[in-house]
Nanobody, 118 residues
Framework: VQLQESGPGLVKPSQTLSLTCTVSGDSITTNYRMWNWIRQPPGKGLEWMGAIAWSGSTYYSPSLKSRTSISRDTSKNQFTLQLSSVTPEDTAVYYC???????????WGQGTQVTVSS
């Protein structure tokens, strides 16, 4: 199973950050798969942002819920993160990861650096 993040590395404040995760070796619609977005700001720990389930249901971190949207394109086996109204505090390495229900995250993308700056 491989996951690969893609998207712009630089976003201006107040704009919307958009990243796509392309999955190979598994289907995002396979039962009990949860497809996650996680980020790590510089010098800080991992922060779970949200997930989209095999069913299409979405789940968000309460602290980011008002600004976050996760969607999917099953024909491309991709899922997408949108984070609106970004500030420099949203600068981080963004990861996509798989979790099978009841287990830990087991497959991760390599991560992509996103910097919010004018």
């Amino acid at each position: 199973v491989q996951l690969q993040e893609s998207g712009p590395g630089l976003v201006k404040p107040s704009q919307t950050l958009s990243l796509t995760c392309t999955v190979s070796g598994d289907s995002i619609t396979t039962n009990y798969r949860m497809w996650n977005w996680i980020r790590q700001p510089p010098g800080k720990g991992l922060e779970w942002m949200g997930a989209i389930a095999w069913s299409g249901s979405t789940y968000y971190s309460p602290s980011l819920k008002s600004r976050t949207s996760i969607s999917r394109d099953t024909s491309k086996n991709q899922f997408t993160l949108q984070l609106s109204s970004v500030t420099p505090e949203d600068t981080a390495v963004y990861y996509c990861a798989r979790r099978v229900a009841g287990a830990q995250w087991d497959y991760w993308g390599q991560g992509t650096q996103v910097t919010v700056s004018s």
